[in-house]
């Protein structure tokens, strides 16, 4: 079971705009892939490694509970703004994150972004979505 959002926050340490990007991306790959247990989803970001982008990580891993303790998530540098989720089964997502919104919320005040990624349409924030089932 996942993490839901606001315990997402308290393990996190607040309520940031990035880490309920993340959250949301990793709830819809929960929705969409089904994993039956912890173990059966990896999760690899392609982010730029410094923060507040690697707060991403941190929302994936309380929705779909890919940690790094268990080796099921990784971040690789780099401006792509995607996220690569996939089955052991071999079935995969790619979300890929809307570079205009990420502009967007980084210009914003923190507490006001992130209730705008919270109420944003998945259209919003995400500018593709790719399934490979």
Not at 21 to 42: C, H, N, Q, S
Not at 48 to 68: E, F, H, K, M, N
Request: glycine share 8%.
């Amino acid at each position: 079971m996942s993490l839901s959002l606001e315990e997402t926050a308290r393990l996190h340490g607040h309520k940031g705009p990035f880490l309920v990007l993340g959250y949301r991306a990793g709830r819809k790959a929960v929705e969409i892939l089904k994993p039956e247990t912890e173990f059966d989803l990896v999760a690899i970001l392609y982010i730029p490694s410094i923060t507040p982008y690697t707060c991403i990580a941190d929302g994936v891993q309380g929705a779909t509970r890919c940690t790094l303790g268990k080796g099921n998530i990784a971040i690789i540098n780099s401006d792509e703004f995607k996220i690569v989720f996939e089955k052991k089964s071999g079935e995969k997502l790619i979300i890929w994150l809307d570079r205009d919104f990420i502009e967007k919320i980084k210009s914003m005040n923190m507490d006001e972004a992130a209730d705008m990624v919270e109420k944003a349409g998945e259209g919003e924030i995400f500018c593709k979505i790719e399934t490979m089932l």
